[in-house]
C-alpha cells in the first residue's frame, strides 16, 4: 500500500507563491500518474493539475500560466508550484497517486491527508 505525505501548504498574501511537495512510500509499487486536487469550503473537490508517468502535464484552466506540476521519479515525489496566489486559491489541497500493487499488478489509489493553502487579499 502506498502511504502519501503532503508538505508546504500555508498562508500568503496574494501575488504570493508557494510550494507543495508531496512523498509516496510503501514497498512493491510503481506509480502512473500523479495529481493535485482542492477542495473550497462549500465546494467540489477539483484537478488542479496532473502529471503522468512520463510527464505529460495537464492543469485546470483557472491556474494555467501560474502554476507548476512536476515530479522527481526518482524520489516518488511530485511537487507544486504556486505563483501568483489569488484569494480564490484558497483550499485544502490534495495529493493523489495512480499505482499499480505488485506482486497482484492491480490497480489503486492513494490521497494524502491533505495540506491548507489560504491566500489573503
Known amino acids: 500500500q502506498v502511504h502519501l505525505v503532503e508538505s508546504g501548504g500555508g498562508l500568503v498574501q496574494a501575488g504570493g507563491s508557494l510550494r507543495l511537495s508531496c512523498a509516496a512510500s510503501?514497498?512493491?509499487?510503481?506509480?502512473?500518474?500523479m495529481g493535485w486536487y482542492r477542495q473550497a469550503p462549500g465546494k467540489q473537490r477539483e484537478l488542479v493539475a496532473g502529471?503522468?508517468?512520463?510527464?505529460?502535464?495537464n492543469y485546470a484552466d483557472s491556474v494555467k500560466g501560474r502554476f507548476t506540476i512536476s515530479r522527481d521519479n526518482a524520489k516518488n515525489t511530485v511537487y507544486l508550484q504556486m505563483d501568483s496566489l489569488k484569494p480564490e486559491d484558497t483550499a485544502v489541497y490534495s495529493c493523489?497517486?495512480?499505482?499499480?500493487?505488485?506482486?497482484?499488478?492491480?490497480?489503486?489509489?492513494?490521497w494524502g491527508q491533505g495540506t491548507q493553502v489560504t491566500v489573503s487579499s
Open positions: 493523489n497517486a495512480q499505482y499499480i500493487e505488485y506482486p497482484s499488478r492491480w490497480f489503486r489509489d492513494a
Open positions: 510503501g514497498s512493491s509499487f510503481s506509480i502512473n500518474a
Open positions: 502529471i503522468s508517468s512520463g510527464g505529460v502535464r
